[in-house]
T-cell receptor, first 114, second 117 residues
Framework: DTEVTQTPKHLVMGMTNKKSLKCEQH?????MYWYKQKAKKPPELMFV???????INESVPSRFSPECPNSSLLNLHLHALQPEDSALYLC?????????????FGEGSRLTVL | AQTVTQSQPEMSVQEAETVTLSCTYD???????LFWYKQPPSRQMILVIR??????QNATENRFSVNFQKAAKSFSLKISDSQLGDAAMYFC??????????????FGKGTRLSVIA
């Protein structure tokens, strides 16, 4: 099983809503990532979890709150978002943070903030 | 900080022909890894090919090969016998070889490849 599964695939929310994006992998990977991708742009790193601990936070606004309940799951909690936060949110995983292994990406969650 | 530059925002190739996508990078490290990722319109990004900096031999994966020039800090991707399914955004990416690397993957801005039937 080499899949990273993200739900939901599409999400529309108002600026006062609270929602969550979910990511799951069963490859035994110990590093998991959240990326934000705007149209026709490369992914931008948001957060990295290594062995279920937050390792990197790329100065992301607090309206985005990551959570890693266990080694297979990664959540991104959303609250009070702005229209400019509309983007494709990609989850990825890798063997671990320090190895040279590839990142495996999910299909992404397309977020629209109204 | 490391940077990755893809100077070709868009490229096109005739089906069955060969195309080369350019990538240059800047780093002061000696140990690192380079990748080409493909993102088709269906969005899921997948690895095409990877290269360890310490290896002099260019990586190949079926129709995909790289020209790795370490001194010039160049890492181009050659796609032979192009197929319609190769149409996608291609991202060149750099990853530090340091165990404590602060940035897991640095992406270039991407090259959108169109394949003409």
């Amino acid at each position: 099983d080499t899949e990273v599964t993200q739900t939901p695939k599409h999400l529309v929310m108002g600026m006062t809503n609270k929602k969550s994006l979910k990511c799951e992998q069963h490859m035994g990977h110990r590093a998991m990532y959240w990326y934000k991708q705007k149209a026709k742009k490369p992914p931008e790193l948001m957060f990295v979890y290594s062995y279920e601990k937050l390792s990197i936070n790329e100065s992301v606004p607090s309206r985005f709150s990551p959570e890693c309940p266990n080694s297979s799951l990664l959540n991104l909690h959303l609250h009070a978002l702005q229209p400019e936060d509309s983007a494709l949110y990609l989850c990825a995983s890798s063997q671990d943070l320090g190895s040279w292994g590839e990142l495996f990406f999910g299909e992404g969650s397309r977020l629209t903030v109204l | 900080a490391q940077t990755v530059t893809q100077s070709q925002p868009e490229m096109s190739v005739q089906e069955a022909e060969t195309v080369t996508l350019s990538c240059t990078y800047d780093t002061s490290e000696s140990d690192y890894y380079l990748f080409w990722y493909k993102q088709p319109p269906s969005r899921q990004m997948i690895l095409v090919i990877r290269q360890e900096a310490y290896k002099q031999q260019n990586a190949t994966e079926n129709r995909f090969s790289v020209n790795f020039q370490k001194a010039a800090k160049s890492f181009s991707l050659k796609i032979s016998d192009s197929q319609l399914g190769d149409a996608a955004m291609y991202f060149c990416a750099y990853r530090s070889g340091l165990l404590s690397g602060n940035t897991p993957l640095v992406f270039g801005k991407g090259t959108r490849l169109s394949v003409i039937a």
